[in-house]
C-alpha cells in the first residue's frame, strides 16, 4: 500500500484493517518502505497509476 489505498480492501486472510495499518505506519517511520521502494525502484513521486505498473512490471517472472 503506497498510496490513497484502501485499507478496509484487504484480503479477507489478512489480519484486521487497524492492525495491518498501523503496522505499515511502524514500517513508514523506521524508513522501512523508503527502502524497500528505492530497492524496487520505484519512484514516490509518480502517480499511483503509474507505480501500480512499474511495481507489476517489477514483480513479473522472468522468462
Not at 478496509?8 to 505506519?25: E, I
Not at 523506521?30 to 528505492?38: A, P, V
Not at 520505484?42 to 517472472?61: F, G, H, N, V, Y
Amino acid at each position: 500500500m503506497i498510496h490513497k489505498e484502501k485499507w478496509h480492501r484487504l484480503p479477507s486472510d489478512y489480519p484486521p484493517a487497524q492492525t495491518c495499518y498501523m503496522k505499515w505506519l511502524q514500517w513508514r517511520r523506521d524508513g522501512l518502505m523508503s527502502r524497500i521502494l528505492e530497492e524496487l525502484k520505484i519512484d514516490q513521486s509518480q502517480p499511483a497509476s503509474a507505480r501500480t505498473a512499474t511495481l507489476t512490471e517489477a514483480t513479473k517472472p522472468r522468462r
